[in-house]
């Protein structure tokens, strides 16, 4: 299955075929992939088939509360120049879903892998990958989430002394702070939109000074490390100081930002900058997200934003007014069942646009939309918002479990 130097156990290939047929059966069921609970039985038969796997894979791990699914396809377009791939490409990043991706990929070369924040410090354990990729750290389901500081202390633990290459985020502190004890770290400047996780210094809890672009602790001298890679503008800028263009059909600022970290991380592998960013051309949609849909004889183009940080970067990439806007909000296990963080994001940033509100959650939105001083309409199902939006195409913006329901809607 991971190599035919070294083939695997008789038990972890029971394991590895009984977690396909469940999986199968689950898909034939209409549940879903099947990933998870095929990986749940596969490790439920054999623990460590998850370091069995990963034995002959280099493997890229990339973790974030922002960004990561997109990263992580783009890591593995990039990667492809230099050999064959195995990705958990659907999003399911906890221990089952990565086992079971990692059990499809019998001749891949890199397993390029997206990990839960919570459970990057185990799979790292695990699977002893060559690159780990840390992009953000931002509020996010906050009746489960450890507080921002508990999990990059958590990470910061499950790296120090880690042989792997580290690429990080000079410009989140939190980042910074994480993977500090690391002793391999590839610094990108991929900047940071919502700095409001990150006031006080995570080293000492003094106040953070943010002068332009740079930041640092008045109190005890933590700082921003110099990057070697950053993103200026619609470039990457390698450590040679070469400019290398970025050509998305992904739109905004933020994936940019994760294409330059994607091209830092596919340098380590050998892939040249201009290699890497011209394979990333070819994604256009990640799980969905930034689809345009015909749906009821209308143009929506889907955007996902699950807290506060995804918010304003979905903001800052939608059309001007007055195109019409959908927001779509649940509160279901997978989303976090706490919606006290709509208060934490800056609506007035639609005034001018029509903002229609569905889902399970419409009425603490109208509420939060109120007083944001917004004009909107309550909708009872994304049929009837589309029916009365005005022309052109709509942005339909959606929390995670909402966005779900939006795709099975429209049939994506």
């Known amino acids: 299955m991971a190599g035919n130097s070294d083939p695997l156990s008789p038990r972890a290939k029971l394991a590895v075929t009984a977690g396909k047929a469940v999986a199968a ?26 370091a069995r796997l990963a034995e002959h894979l280099d493997v890229i791990l990339v973790s974030a509360t922002n960004g990561k699914t997109t990263t992580t396809r783009l890591i593995a377009e990039a ?5 064959p791939v195995v990705s958990n490409a659907l999003g399911a990043n906890m221990p089952a879903g990565i086992t079971s991706a990692l059990a499809g990929g019998s001749d891949a070369r890199y397993a390029v892998i997206e990990v839960d924040e919570k459970y990057l410090a185990g799979v790292a354990r695990d699977t002893d990958p060559k690159a780990i990729a840390l992009l953000n750290l931002s509020r996010d389901q906050l009746d489960r989430a450890a507080e921002t500081r508990m999990l990059a202390e958590h990470w910061r633990e499950g790296l120090a002394g880690s042989k792997s290459v580290v690429i990080a985020n000079a410009d989140d502190p939190l980042v910074v702070w994480a993977a500090s004890s690391s002793p391999n770290v590839v610094w990108v400047a991929a900047g940071q939109m919502w700095k409001d996780d990150a006031w006080s ?4 809890g003094g106040v953070m000074q943010r002068p332009g672009d740079d930041w640092f602790c008045g109190e005890c001298g933590f700082r921003r490390p110099t990057p070697s890679w950053a993103l200026d503008g619609d470039h990457v800028l390698d450590p040679h100081g ?11 600022r933020a994936n940019k930002a994760n294409a330059a970290s994607s091209a830092a991380v596919a340098a380590v592998f050998g892939v040249p900058p201009q290699v890497a960013l011209e394979r990333m051309y070819q994604v256009q949609a990640v799980a969905g997200r930034y689809d345009v849909v015909q749906f009821m004889q209308r143009d929506l183009r889907l955007l996902l934003a699950k807290n506060p940080a995804g918010w304003l ?22 989303d976090g069942t ?6 934490d994001v800056d609506y007035t940033r639609l005034s001018g646009h029509p903002i229609f509100v569905i889902g399970d959650r419409k009425l603490d939105l109208a509420v939060r939309l109120e007083v944001a001083n917004q004009t909107f309409q309550v909708c009872e199902n994304l049929d009837q918002a589309v029916q009365i939006a005005p022309p052109g195409r709509i942005e339909v913006i959606a929390n995670y479990t909402a966005f779900q329901d939006l795709r099975r809607r429209v049939g994506n």
Do not use: Y
Request: glycine fraction near 10%; hydrophobic fraction near 40%.
């Open 25 to 50: 059966a689950s898909r034939a069921a209409g549940r879903g992939s099947g990933s998870v609970i095929g990986g749940r039985v596969a490790l439920k038969l054999d623990p460590d088939l998850l």
């Open 79 to 83: 990667l492809r120049a230099a050999g």
């Open 201 to 204: 210094c995570p080293s000492c």
């Open 242 to 252: 070469s400019a290398w263009p970025i050509h998305l059909q992904l739109p905004g």
């Open 313 to 334: 970067e979905t903001f800052s990439l939608i059309d001007p007014p007055p195109t019409p806007v959908i927001l779509s909000v649940n509160a279901r296990g997978a």
């Open 338 to 343: 706490d919606t006290s963080w709509l208060w």
